[in-house]
């Protein structure tokens, strides 16, 4: 059974930083891409930052400086280090993993999810 357990969630100040973790059990992680979503009230769940299994690296333009995807093999864990954090960047962020190497597309399974809110 595959289970991903997110962590490092909570209250920030803008221009504040976090770091999120998420480790994995029940796969073989060397062998997932790794991503990070996100999902604001009232708006469709985005792809923020993705690994692939061999450590490329994916960030769509509205996170891109600002956040750094990482991932620890031996540790079976992925990181999402967040700076300069912005009051929209609060939402739900999910951790996924996807089979094979590229760090988009669907990915196949989730975590629960944990909280971030960024206040002004």
């Known amino acids: 059974q595959v289970q991903l357990v997110e962590s490092g969630g909570g209250l920030v100040q803008a221009g504040g930083s976090l770091r999120l973790s998420c480790a994995a059990s029940g796969l073989t992680f060397g062998n997932y891409a790794m991503g990070w979503y996100r999902q604001a009230l009232g708006k469709e769940r985005e792809l923020v930052a993705g690994?692939?299994?061999?450590?490329?690296?994916y960030y769509p333009d509205s996170v891109k400086g600002r956040f750094t995807i990482s991932r620890d093999n031996a540790k079976n864990t992925v990181y999402l280090q967040m700076n300069s954090l912005k009051p929209d960047d609060t939402a739900v962020y999910y951790c996924?993993?996807?089979?094979?190497?590229?760090?988009?597309?669907?990915?196949?399974?989730w975590g629960q999810g944990t909280q971030v809110t960024v206040s002004s």
């Open positions: 996924a993993a996807r089979r094979g190497w590229a760090p988009t597309g669907r990915y196949d399974y």
């Open positions: 690994i692939s299994s061999g450590g490329s690296t």
